[in-house]
């Protein structure tokens, strides 16, 4: 499993709308995502919600549940993991 951490100091820099297209790309190409959210705006989220399709999964976690979901998503047979970290957050999780 690959796992892409998108991290930016600002807010607004974009990292949503990179996490969604990297895994909606991953899923054309019959790969498994999964986008973990764990930006207090939840703009991942959001977008998951507003759509029909199940696919890519979006999950709305806190930092510290996140060594929790990786482990999910890897039994689960996920192939990319992308983390959506919210701004001014230094260090990630582990």
């Known amino acids: 499993m690959k796992t892409i951490a998108?991290?930016?100091?600002?807010?607004?820099?974009?990292?949503t709308t990179l996490a969604v297209n990297l895994a909606v790309a991953a899923e054309y190409a019959k790969k498994k995502s999964v986008i973990?959210?764990?930006d207090g705006q939840a703009s991942?989220?959001?977008?998951?919600?507003s759509r029909s399709?199940?696919?890519?999964?979006?999950?709305?976690?806190?930092?510290?549940?996140?060594?929790?979901?990786?482990v999910a998503a890897e039994e689960n047979g996920v192939?990319?993991?992308?983390?959506?970290?919210?701004?001014?957050?230094?260090?990630?999780?582990?």
């Open 6 to 15: 998108i991290i930016s100091q600002k807010g607004g820099a974009g990292k």
């Open 36 to 38: 973990i959210d764990i």
């Open 44 to 49: 991942a989220t959001s977008w998951g919600d």
């Open 53 to 70: 399709s199940n696919s890519p999964v979006v999950v709305l976690a806190q930092p510290v549940r996140l060594k929790n979901v990786l």
């Open 79 to 94: 192939d990319f993991v992308f983390i959506e970290i919210q701004p001014r957050n230094r260090k990630v999780p582990r």
